[in-house]
């Protein structure tokens, strides 16, 4: 699943952080399986999942094993799951050392309102590690929609450059994005749309059509993305943007109010 593959290569960049926070949240967690890499990652942390689905949280939380729940409770610290918004966490100012969010953020309506929140709950010295779908995701799927009509049936994700300065503007230090893609291919296109649909991504644009796709128009798609078949598979293409960011000692105030100016009385001597 793209998602544990994107999750196992955020992992291996924190092998190049030195970075030991006490309390970690997965902003968007899922079914949980980022919280695991996360326990193995910081052992003696605390860790706190958000994820805006209750029904998802819900399960996360229900698919901890006996085991797991017996290490939490005898051995490490806590584990907590909770159903809220990234944009509006339920969490004090500078309460966790890092904030990770794996692929979560395409699915906010304003991500600099949430790298805003992420900046409030982090403290000083705190990490984020996020990842995010950019520009050119699903872009076959995009091109196939296109022939059968003008909705949007794809987000559009933010580029990198823009969440870059979404992090400055949010008031982080030392933002470091790259980015990459990555190709999967499908026997055919019923084949990725279960994939999708499985993994929970579906249309929230607010401007799509309510309506179902009739058959003509969903076999023009499937005739515009056969095109596109290369040794027997239909590829579908993710662009995966990575960030990380600091929270930095918030700046000192500086006078704005211009120069002092002072009154200078100056009576010339009388000549001699």
Same mark, same amino acid.
Request: proline share 5%.
């Given at each position: 699943?793209?998602?544990?593959?994107?999750e196992?290569?955020?992992?291996?960049?924190?092998?190049y952080?030195?970075h030991?926070?006490?309390?970690?949240?997965?902003a968007?967690?899922?079914?949980g399986? @980022?919280?695991r !890499?996360?326990?193995?990652? #910081?052992?003696?942390? %605390? *860790?706190?999942?958000v994820?805006s /689905?209750l &029904?998802? $949280?819900?399960?996360?939380?229900?698919?901890?094993t006996l085991?797991?729940?017996?290490?939490?409770?005898?051995?490490?610290?806590?584990?907590?799951?909770?159903?809220?918004?990234?944009?509006?966490?339920?969490?004090a100012?500078?309460?966790?050392?890092?904030?990770?969010s794996?692929?979560?953020?395409g699915?906010?309506?304003?991500?600099l309102?949430a790298?805003r929140?992420?900046q409030?709950?982090?403290?000083? @010295?705190?990490? !984020?590690?996020?990842?995010? #779908?950019?520009?050119? %995701? *699903?872009?076959?799927?995009r091109q /196939?929609? &296109?022939? $059968?009509?003008?909705?949007?049936?794809?987000?559009?994700?933010i580029d990198?450059?823009?969440l870059?300065?979404?992090?400055l503007?949010?008031g982080f230090?030392?933002p470091?994005?790259?980015?990459e893609?990555?190709t999967?291919?499908y026997?055919?296109?019923?084949?990725?749309?279960?994939?999708?649909?499985?993994?929970g991504?579906?249309?929230?644009a607010?401007?799509?059509?309510?309506g179902?796709?009739?058959?003509?128009?969903?076999?023009?798609?499937?005739?515009?993305?056969?095109?596109?078949?290369h040794?027997?598979?239909?590829p579908?293409t993710?662009?995966?943007i990575?960030?990380?960011?600091?929270?930095?000692q918030?700046?000192?105030?500086?006078?704005v109010a211009?120069?002092?100016?002072a009154r200078?009385?100056?009576t010339?001597?009388?000549?001699?």
């Amino acid at each position: 699943m793209l998602a544990r593959e994107v999750e196992r290569r955020m992992t291996e960049r924190l092998g190049y952080i030195k970075h030991e926070p006490k309390r970690v949240l997965d902003a968007g967690h899922g079914l949980g399986d @980022g919280m695991r !890499l996360l326990r193995r990652r #910081y052992p003696k942390a %605390t *860790l706190l999942g958000v994820d805006s /689905a209750l &029904a998802v $949280a819900s399960r996360a939380k229900s698919r901890q094993t006996l085991a797991e729940r017996a290490m939490s409770l005898l051995f490490a610290p806590g584990l907590h799951h909770l159903c809220a918004d990234m944009a509006r966490l339920p969490l004090a100012n500078a309460s966790v050392g890092m904030v990770w969010s794996n692929l979560a953020l395409g699915w906010v309506e304003e991500p600099l309102t949430a790298f805003r929140e992420f900046q409030r709950v982090l403290e000083i @010295g705190g990490l !984020l590690m996020f990842s995010t #779908y950019g520009p050119d %995701t *699903l872009k076959e799927l995009r091109q /196939a929609f &296109a022939a $059968a009509d003008a909705s949007p049936h794809i987000h559009h994700f933010i580029d990198m450059h823009d969440l870059g300065d979404m992090l400055l503007a949010a008031g982080f230090a030392e933002p470091v994005m790259d980015m990459e893609y990555i190709t999967l291919t499908y026997a055919g296109i019923d084949a990725l749309v279960d994939d999708l649909r499985h993994s929970g991504q579906s249309n929230v644009a607010l401007e799509r059509s309510r309506g179902l796709m009739g058959r003509r128009s969903w076999q023009a798609v499937r005739r515009s993305y056969e095109h596109l078949r290369h040794d027997g598979r239909l590829p579908a293409t993710f662009e995966i943007i990575y960030g990380h960011a600091w929270r930095a000692q918030p700046r000192r105030q500086v006078d704005v109010a211009g120069p002092t100016l002072a009154r200078i009385d100056f009576t010339p001597r009388k000549p001699r």
